[in-house]
Nanobody, 124 residues
Framework: QLQLVESGGGLAQPGGSLRLSCAAS????????MCWFRQAPGKEREGVAC????????HYADSVKGRFTISRDNAKNTLYLQMNSLGAEDTAIYYC?????????????????WGQGTQVTVSS
């Protein structure tokens, strides 16, 4: 069965770092545009970052640009999100997603598959 399973979430101090992973099974990651979304309590789900199939193109939300880096290892069928300079505003559930197409690289694609999410909490 197709599954996207996030890991690496947890508690970080302000200014700290975390690396999230998304392990895919039942699909070949190389065939998909991969993204990270997040949802904070009481807020809408928002796109964080996306990367195309080859890894040559990326898109970031303005709020994370310069702090977060999305990457992928197609051979390991795994997606990553390196998060640096974390602040309380980054506290959210982070979701891995896969999309079959990406028409506009300046925006987020419509997702076809979702992971279950992993909690990131930034607190002193």
């Amino acid at each position: 069965q197709l599954q996207l399973v996030e890991s690496g979430g947890g508690l970080a101090q302000p200014g700290g770092s975390l690396r999230l992973s998304c392990a895919a099974s039942g699909l070949a990651l190389v065939d998909y545009i991969m993204c990270w979304f997040r949802q904070a309590p009481g807020k809408e789900r928002e796109g964080v970052a996306c990367i195309n199939s080859s890894g040559g193109s990326t898109h970031y939300a303005d709020s994370v640009k310069g702090r977060f880096t999305i990457s992928r290892d197609n051979a390991k069928n795994t997606l990553y999100l390196q998060m640096n300079s974390l602040g309380a505003e980054d506290t959210a559930i982070y979701y891995c997603s896969a999309a079959m197409g990406w028409a506009d690289y300046s925006d987020f694609p419509e997702e076809d598959y979702w992971g279950q999410g992993t909690q990131v909490t930034v607190s002193s």
